[in-house]
T-cell receptor, first 116, second 113 residues
Framework: DTAVSQTPKYLVTQMGNDKSIKCEQN?????MYWYKQDSKKFLKIMFS???????INETVPNRFSPKSPDKAHLNLHINSLELGDSAVYFC???????????????FGSGTRLTVV | LAKTTQPISMDSYEGQEVNITCSHN???????ITWYQQFPSQGPRFIIQ???TKVTNEVASLFIPADRKSSTLSLPRVSLSDTAVYYC??????????????FGDGTTLTVKP
């Protein structure tokens, strides 16, 4: 059983289209994240949800909208795709109980988005 | 959160010990230091985490000096399969930036036969 699973693994689409990436974790973690990794391998956090509540929203264009229907799922919807959105998007989860030690992130295998 | 600085790349040979040092001068009192490994076409994988002194697990050791402004990941007797990118992260502790983190640029380790 994959702990953090993302779909699709590859996504090729034209500029201007709208697309979604789905993420699910079966670890029972309370916090989920979206990271973007560009062609230079820099990993930047985009969003974080804790128990369906948005807690981190870095400087990301509002064309990107995360949605968390429950604490096991965090989806990413992207409107009006641009060439610069091409990257690998990683979903991750962790357990972040208040007052408790952080125990590390578990990452999915990534979604390679190519905008043409 | 503290910004991290680590070497861009390192080369080693099979069987050698590899030490990768990360600087995090502005680390806060409640922050933890974690290291991740990433292979091509995969997500980063948690290796080890520490707060101070030394931590060891079945994969690596992590050395953190008393001032905590740097840390060193030590990989004993590397093999070809240890070729990967290694990221040092400072993770916010509770009541501060809990769960927030900044990935550094990563160190590409190449292990040669």
């Amino acid at each position: 059983d994959t702990a953090v699973s993302q779909t699709p693994k590859y996504l090729v689409t034209q500029m201007g289209n709208d697309k979604s990436i789905k993420c699910e974790q079966n670890l029972g973690h309370d916090t989920m994240y979206w990271y973007k990794q560009d062609s230079k391998k820099f990993l930047k956090i985009m969003f974080s949800y804790n128990n369906k509540e948005l807690i981190i929203n870095e400087t990301v264009p509002n064309r990107f909208s995360p949605k968390s229907p429950d604490k096991a799922h965090l989806n990413l919807h992207i409107n009006s795709l641009e060439l610069g959105d091409s990257a690998v998007y990683f979903c991750a989860s962790s357990q972040e109980r208040s007052g408790a030690t952080h125990y590390g992130y578990t990452f999915g295998s990534g979604t390679r988005l190519t905008v043409v | 959160l503290a910004k991290t600085t680590q070497p861009i790349s390192m080369d080693s040979y099979e069987g050698q010990e590899v030490n990768i040092t990360c600087s995090h001068n502005n680390i806060a009192t409640n922050d933890y230091i974690t290291w991740y490994q990433q292979f091509p076409s995969q997500g980063p994988r948690f290796i080890i985490q520490g707060y101070k002194t030394k931590v060891t697990n079945e994969v690596a050791s992590l050395f953190i000096p008393a001032d905590r402004k740097s840390s060193t990941l030590s990989l004993p007797r590397v093999s070809l399969s240890d070729t990967a990118v290694y990221y040092c992260l400072v993770v916010g502790g509770y009541n501060t930036n809990a769960g927030k983190s900044t990935f550094g640029d990563g160190t590409t380790l190449t292990v040669k036969p």
